[in-house]
T-cell receptor
Framework: DAGITQSPRHKVTETGTPVTLRCHQT?????MYWYRQDPGHGLRLIHY???????DKGEVSDGYSVSRSKTEDFLLTLESATSSQTSVYFC???????????????FGPGTRLTVL | KQEVTQIPAALSVPEGENLVLNCSFT??????LQWFRQDPGKGLTSLLL?????REQTSGRLNASLDKSSGRSTLYIAASQPGDSATYLC??????????FGAGTTVTVRA
């Protein structure tokens, strides 16, 4: 299994509070992603990173920010959590553009976030 | 915008039967296509990746085909087992590295 961990694995918080989710990888992959998974919507990309300090928005980025100060860590922050952000959040990694790599994405175990 | 569709949404078969899962996508300009498995409450496990230049990819009892011109991929699972029960997701990468996912097919293999 790809070395990807997410913390915390479960979190319950209240509306209006800030929340930070962490993704840590040991594979030295350049590309990292944050997705959310919701019934009826499937998996949707929130933000992604293509290198240290290089990030960009996905299709559902409103209300979220990210940071990547080291290759191995990608942080997702909800500045002021809302009930609509109750979801399961997955981190993924990939490598792309180097010989023998074809952007196969590997996923972490997920974080279940409940915003009351 | 790439749209990915998986039909059927759910499938129930007796043990030993072959499984055929379908995935269609609207934009044929893809970089690769990836099939995943997801067990309840768990993360996604990558099963197969097909590059845009390939027609099929095989791993054990799994075989995935790709027809870019018609915007279709099919995942075949031979001789299904109860342990194959899971949700199977198809995801397409356009000409960059961001995946677009289908909603998945939930498979139940009855013993």
């Amino acid at each position: 299994d790809a070395g990807i961990t997410q913390s915390p694995r479960h979190k319950v918080t209240e509306t209006g509070t800030p929340v930070t989710l962490r993704c840590h990888q040991t594979e030295n992959h350049r590309y990292m992603y944050w997705y959310r998974q919701d019934p009826g919507h499937g998996l949707r990309l929130i933000h992604y990173s293509y290198g240290v300090k290089d990030t960009d928005k996905g299709e559902v980025s409103d209300g979220y920010s990210v940071s990547r100060s080291k290759t191995e860590d990608f942080l997702l922050t909800l500045e002021s959590a809302t009930s609509s952000q109750t979801s399961v959040y997955f981190c993924a990694i990939s490598e792309f553009g180097l010989a023998g790599t074809y952007n196969e994405q590997f996923f972490g175990p997920g974080t279940r976030l409940t915003v009351l | 915008k790439q749209e990915v569709t998986q039909i059927p949404a759910a499938l129930s078969v007796p043990e030993g039967e072959n499984l055929v899962l379908n995935c269609s996508f609207t934009d044929s300009a893809i970089y690769n296509l990836q099939w995943f498995r997801q067990d309840p409450g768990k993360g996604l496990t990558s099963l197969l990746l097909i590059q845009s230049s390939q027609r099929e990819q095989t791993s054990g009892r799994l075989n995935a085909s790709l027809d870019k011109s018609s915007g279709r991929s099919t995942l075949y699972i031979a001789a299904s087992q109860p342990g194959d029960s899971a949700t199977y997701l198809c995801a397409v990468a356009p000409n960059d590295y961001k995946l677009s996912f289908g909603a998945g097919t939930t498979v139940t293999v009855r013993a």
